[in-house]
């Protein structure tokens, strides 16, 4: 094939094609693989209930499957859905927001994608660039430019917590807002780190990005209002100078592929064009199962009763195996989990790569995501990014318990043998 540079780009191994294949094989095969790779939510029996409740409701009404299904929705979104979550940005969150603010999108990704490329890339006055503050930060950002200098990080300070617990934060001293930055993104919760920004981080990276003019883009994918996957204080903010992404994917809904994004008009009349050309318009079977639950309050109940306390505990029971299986003998520490369903592990006398140690752990049917992958954007080596990996503890326990134990196992063996 004579593939343009868009082709090449799109078509070549990337981390975030390699962690979706491991997770495809590992869920649809047949030989038992113990998954703590991918960013799969757990099937949280209250949630399923609440979808079966909402379809059966659908089914039962004449006309609605008919209308999810068999027909197209606006560029924008649905606009009763649409319109039900500004209700509920208002009533919940105070957000001065209404519909001429949300555009719905065929998942996080896609919004990211495009919005991304809406900043990033050759410009009127040069190179434009997007800048993350902090990283390691969410895979599935890398490779969606299609030129790597679109994009440019900053390494994070590192706070020791204790012999076993370290957190990212964003190291101001090192960060300048350049004339060619175009916008600032972070995650929070940060995937794949469970790393919560605080308030006074995202506020000083908000006067920054307004000093500089540009956009700060927070990806809330994991975060507040839903599904509320966060476990340490934080303050939902938006204002007109900020693009805030969510999703339905963390709430129980990843194959609907629904993602909405939160900005000034003219962000949104951008997105609705990009929509248009690139998908027509957007899946509707996400917004319509969820639009009632936005006004009935039954989304806010369970992103405050069911789903951060079922991760939480997930997420220190995962802890309590780390620290059963690698001992005293393997030096190893772990981020703060603040948020989302991740564990970033960080091995310090390892002597092999992360990389290594996924591809043994593979062969063994243990699936994680190596560290590299979420170090993009550096401008100079750094060794970290090869000395940890990422952990998905949402799977069932037993998967969970047996796969730490195989990740302790294997480092235990690289440490003993010296490779």
């Known amino acids: 094939m004579k593939l343009s540079h868009f082709g090449r780009k799109f078509t070549a191994r990337t981390g975030i094609l390699s962690l979706m294949d491991d997770l495809g ?3 649809s095969g047949s030989e038992r693989t113990l998954m703590l790779g991918g960013g799969n939510p757990a099937h949280i029996p209250q949630m399923n209930e609440l979808w079966r409740r909402r379809l059966e409701e659908i089914l039962a009404t004449p006309g609605a499957m008919e209308r999810m299904l068999a027909n197209y929705d606006p560029p924008q979104g649905n606009q009763v859905f649409i319109e039900a979550l500004a209700r509920l940005l208002n009533r919940e969150l105070g957000w001065p927001v209404g519909p001429e603010n949300i555009a719905v999108t065929n998942g996080s990704q896609s919004s990211f994608y495009l919005l991304f490329n809406m900043f990033a890339g050759p410009g009127p006055e040069g190179r434009q660039r997007i800048l993350f503050p902090l990283v390691p930060e969410y895979i599935g950002y890398a490779d969606q430019s299609l030129d790597a200098a679109d994009f440019v990080s900053i390494r994070p300070s590192i706070e020791t917590i204790d012999d076993h617990t370290f957190k990212y934060h964003v190291d101001f001293d090192a960060l300048r807002l350049s004339p060619d930055i175009a916008a600032v993104c972070v995650s ?5 780190t469970g790393n919560v920004l605080t308030d006074e981080e995202v506020s000083h990276l908000d006067r920054l990005a307004r000093d500089a003019g540009v956009p700060l883009i ?3 994918a994991y975060g507040l209002p839903f599904p509320g996957m966060i476990f340490s204080p934080a303050t939902p903010v938006w204002n007109e100078n900020m693009i805030v992404g969510m999703s339905l994917s963390k709430l129980g809904l990843p194959s ?16 609705t064009s990009c929509n248009a050309i690139v998908a027509l318009a957007n899946g509707s079977v996400g917004q319509t199962l969820v639009a009632p639950l936005l006004d009935s309050g039954d989304i806010m109940r369970a992103s405050r009763e069911i789903i951060p306390p079922f991760y939480q505990q997930k997420s220190e029971q995962a802890r309590q195996w780390i620290a059963e299986s690698f001992g005293s003998d393997i030096d190893y ?6 948020g989302s369903l991740f564990l970033w592990i960080w091995f310090r006398n390892l002597p092999i790569t992360t990389m290594e140690l996924y591809e043994r752990l593979k062969r063994r049917h243990t699936i ?16 970290h990014r090869d000395q940890c990996i990422r952990v998905n503890y949402a799977m069932a326990e037993a998967d969970v318990r047996e796969g730490i134990a195989v990740i302790a196992d294997e480092a235990r063996q690289a440490i003993t043998k010296g490779i």
């Open 218 to 220: 927070l990806d809330n």
């Open 188 to 192: 929070r919760p940060t995937n794949p």
């Open 256 to 271: 609907v592929r629904t993602g909405m994004v939160i900005a000034a008009p003219e962000v949104i009349e951008a997105m």
């Open 333 to 338: 520490a772990v981020h703060k989990s603040e």
């Open 368 to 383: 994680v995501v190596p560290g590299r992958y979420f170090f993009f954007g550096l401008d100079q080596p750094w060794d």
């Open 25 to 27: 094989r590992a869920l």
